[in-house]
């Protein structure tokens, strides 16, 4: 995006804001009482999150459709992620969002068509000027990093509070000025209908292994090892390994038992192999949040960010490993809002990689043998 088209988005956007505070200075206290107690009929989720965090929003949509069961549900997110929302029951419609300049405006437009009668903002604070602008007339959001901010363009502009029980249970504190206070914090998708269609061969067993991430703090890097093992150490074993071309993958896989679909499987693809496998291996990154919300066990290593963040999970069919580490501080911050007694590194490299090191082979294959073998 050029300067002069970063310069007419933000002039257009502006105006649009100062024509939404005139109007609003027209409404009186009993037409916003009206709004406010009427239940609405279109709603607005705001979700341009990355992969993972979006999969645990989940549980906000099942709630508001059993709280407005005749309501229309749009989610505004990144179109690259419409495969993960193709078949949830509890939501509507998909809009589009591509970023800032021309685009944005041609949203703004867009929603202003829609009419919507609500918005929910799940940590997007820097979208609540959009919403405003766009005339939505009930806006929920957190109070984030600029507080102030968010207090002008949200009529719901909510402080978090109490414990912190994970990232879906956190999100779900945004229903409660609707009068939603109890819900699952269980992130489900629906099982593909089809299987992925796995060439044929007569493996017992086949282990999806997501190995790749964008973030260097979350390399473990005992993962050619762990494929020895697990292709030596169980019979009928087959291992494939899933991710994208622009992840770093610290993998070597020279086995005839090991097939290599890195940067060859869509999202939609990706969703039907991993309700095909038995179980899934990989880091804390969004595909794992995928297989958990398929209800295919899996095996999470944790190293910067602890396995507090997932709150409650099935531990039956889900694992998480994780080391104590002093690096990683009790106290952190999530979206910008502090949140008392999360464990996260506050750094964007590191020389050590204690936290992911310190986890062996030996304890991610005992969990496998728990999985497979009981």
Known sequence: MNRLEKIYSKCGLFAHIVLRLFLNAG????????TALKDPEKILVVAT???????MTLPLYEALRKRYPKAHISVLTHPAFDPVFANVKNINQCIPYYG????????????????????????????????YAS????????????????????????????????????FLKLLEPLDIKTASAQPKLPRPSLKYPFPKGSAKYRIAIHAGTKEEMKIWPYYSELINRLVHDFDSVQVILTGSKNEVHPVIGNHE?????????????????????????GNDTGPLHIARALGTPSITLFGPVSESILGTIDKDKHACLSKKVSCRPNNAT?????????????LSSCSHHTCMRSLTVEEVLKRVSSFLLT
Do not use: W
């Open 27 to 34: 409404e009186t206290l009993r037409d916003r009482s009206k």
């Open 257 to 281: 038992q090991v097939l290599d679909l890195i940067g060859k499987t869509t999202l939609t693809e990706l969703m039907q192999l991993y309700a095909s496998v038995e179980l899934v291996i």
């Open 334 to 346: 999530l979206f910008g809002i502090p949140i008392e007694g999360l464990q996260r590194c506050r």
């Open 49 to 55: 999150l990355r992969l993972g965090d979006l999969l």
């Open 100 to 131: 800032k300049g021309k685009a944005l405006l041609r949203l703004l437009r867009k929603m202003r068509r829609y009419k919507f009668d609500l918005c929910i903002n799940v940590c997007e604070g820097h979208l609540n000027s959009l919403v």
């Open 135 to 170: 005339g939505i007339p009930r806006r929920i959001g957190f109070q984030q990093k600029r507080a102030t901010r968010d207090r002008f363009y949200l009529t719901d502009a909510l402080k978090h509070s109490g414990e912190f029980k994970g990232i879906s249970h956190f």
